[in-house]
């Protein structure tokens, strides 16, 4: 079946008319031209299907026709890298533009662009924690929820960063790589996961997870979002600030402590994310710099198929021809 990287058909509809429109105005101009100094301009038909036709095979190149797919060898380092992603109502908090979520998303989706060969996987924690999903290999799956992050995939309550941390803890099981690996298991894996949140803990101690988490040697690197002055919280439907007992705006600060916490007892590191500091670089060298498993995996993906090498190959051919034809349109004797 055919398809397309790019279908933006209505772009590219408007791009094929301006060049109709614009090789139109020249085969005006040329002809109106022509007819004051009495010369001709049919032998000008030579270059019009040309131009038409290799403009054409050009917007049909970008577009990107694939058809079909075929399997590509992928080779995988053994890395899983969970991502923890608070959707407490304060992440709707604007004092990161457009807002924290808003801009967790887009920091996280630079992650998952950077390790294409290893497994992730989604957490979402509020006053309770859920897998949004499990550890995949398929990157456009985990992209789709992440895109679709809300603030109303938990129910109201205070914010506990110990429940996301026991839900990580509990799905490691025997990936941990401080386990050694008995004979027909599966090979050990580099465990990391990226927690990202304004650091609001209403939960219980963290001493007793952190312990946990650290004896299986899996290294939880923290992202603070938001700002040390705050902003106020949206109430529901966002129209209007969430106020409390006393009438006032709920003001939602970042609270560093047990973001630094964690991942100093986990062996991980600290970034912060707002307008005026962006710790995503320090943090993608920091989780390339992993010690890489004891062994690499190999596995074959299904791709689309990418044609775009021949009508592009023949839009180059026929604009090699016209360059070579030469049409004498016009022509002035002194």
């Not at 457009?98 to 290893?118: I, Y």
């Not at 941390?165 to 990391?192: C, E, N, W």
Request: overall charge positive; hydrophobic content about 45%; proline content about 7%.
């Amino acid at each position: 079946m055919l398809t397309w990287a790019y279908p933006d058909f209505w772009l590219a509809a408007t791009g094929l008319a301006l060049l109709v429109v614009l090789l139109g105005l020249y085969v005006g101009r040329s002809a109106r031209l022509g007819r004051r100094l009495g010369l001709g301009v049919g032998r000008l038909a030579w270059k019009l299907p040309l131009r038409l036709v290799a403009g054409a095979l050009l917007l049909v190149a970008w577009l990107g026709p694939a058809l079909g797919v075929r399997q590509q060898a992928v080779r995988s380092s053994g890395q899983d890298v969970w991502l923890l992603v608070d959707v407490s109502r304060s992440m709707d908090a604007a004092d990161v533009a457009p807002t924290r979520l808003l801009r967790t998303q887009a920091a996280l989706s630079e992650v998952v662009a950077a390790f294409p060969a290893d497994r992730l996987g989604l957490i979402v924690f509020g006053s309770q924690a859920y897998v949004q999903c499990p550890l995949t290999y398929d990157q456009a799956s985990l992209q789709l929820f992440l895109n679709t992050l809300s603030t109303r995939l938990t129910a109201p309550g205070p914010t506990t960063l110990r429940a996301p941390l026991d839900l990580l803890l509990t799905r490691l099981g025997p990936a941990a790589p401080a386990s050694p690996t008995s004979a027909g298991a599966s090979p050990p894996r580099t465990v990391a996961a990226v927690l990202a949140s304004d650091g609001e803990d209403f939960g219980e101690n963290l001493e007793p997870i952190l312990q946990a988490l650290g004896r299986t040697g899996a290294r939880v690197y923290t992202v603070g979002v938001g700002t040390a002055v705050g902003g106020p919280v949206p109430g529901p439907g966002g129209r209007t600030e969430l106020r409390d007992v006393q009438g006032r705006p709920v003001v939602s600060r970042l609270r560093e402590a047990p973001l630094l916490q964690i991942a100093a007892q986990t062996g991980g590191h600290y970034v912060s994310l707002n307008d005026r500091e962006n710790g995503l670089p320090n943090l993608l060298a920091s989780l390339r710099s992993l010690p890489p498993a004891s062994t690499t995996t190999a596995r074959s993906v299904a791709v689309a198929d990418n044609r775009y090498r021949y009508p592009l190959g023949a839009a180059l051919v026929l604009l090699l021809l016209d360059s070579l034809i030469t049409v004498r349109v016009l022509r002035l004797e002194l």
